[in-house]
């Protein structure tokens, strides 16, 4: 049933029922897939990608995403919730593309696009390869030092909410956010806060 799973998600996370019967996939796998959660039936012969969201633990609709627009990188409070590093659970997925790009329209799922400079954008990647497909997103460092950008736009008690989760973690490096951090014009605001953190 997996290729059931990569054919919605290469269609933006949505496929008809005759889109399935088209491609030769069985109805009885599809209802299965919707027993288990996997897929929804949106309305009569329509299906996407669960807002479950997780299918052995892989975020079909990070992926999504990625397939949709190639050059979408997960950021922000999507980023976060993919690192388990805030409480808050988003209802679109935030992505990232460079400012000289148009944004495609992506039917499913629902999304908010920020527009970042080359010189923010090119940072901190990192690519996730699942056999359902690749996750382009931002690491820790990156997505704290982006949230403190954004903290008048999304909101200071997230931004500080990550930075407070991040020097709990084990893995951490505090040279490489600082490093972000000037990149990102935001080492003035947030290296005090930091202090006071990693002197508690």
């Known amino acids: 049933m997996e290729d059931i799973i990569n054919y919605i ?9 005759k ?5 030769a996939f069985h109805t009885r796998k599809i209802t299965k897939l ?29 992926i ?23 409480d ?17 329209k992506i039917k499913y799922p629902p999304t908010r696009v920020f527009y970042f400079r080359d010189n923010v954008y090119n940072i901190g990647i990192d690519t996730i390869k699942t056999k359902y497909g690749t996750i382009n997103i931002f690491n820790k460092e990156k997505t704290v030092c982006d949230m403190f950008r954004y903290r008048y736009k999304i909101g200071e008690d997230l931004a500080l909410e990550a930075l407070n989760n991040y020097v709990k973690m084990k893995k951490r490096s505090i040279p490489k956010l ?17 202090k006071g953190l990693l002197s508690k």
Do not use: Q, W
């Not at 889109?19 to 491609?23: G, I």
């Not at 329509?46 to 052995?56: A, H, L, N, T, W």
């Not at 979408?72 to 980023?79: G, T, Y």
């Not at 808050?88 to 944004?103: D, L, Q």
């Open 88 to 104: 808050f659970n988003p209802h679109e997925i935030y992505y990232a593309i460079p400012n000289s790009r148009k944004s495609k």
């Open 9 to 17: 998600i290469n269609n933006s996370g949505f496929a008809t029922m």
């Open 19 to 23: 889109d399935l019967k088209d491609a």
């Open 178 to 194: 600082l490093e972000y951090a000037e990149i990102c014009r935001v080492k003035p605001v947030m290296e005090p806060i930091l």
């Open 34 to 62: 919707v027993e288990e959660g996997v897929i929804e039936k949106v309305k009569a012969g329509v299906y996407r990608i669960s807002d479950i969201g997780f299918f052995e633990n892989v975020n079909l609709s990070l």
């Open 64 to 86: 999504a995403v990625c397939k949709a627009e190639p050059k979408a990188v997960i950021c922000l409070v999507s980023a976060l919730d993919y690192y388990e590093m805030t």
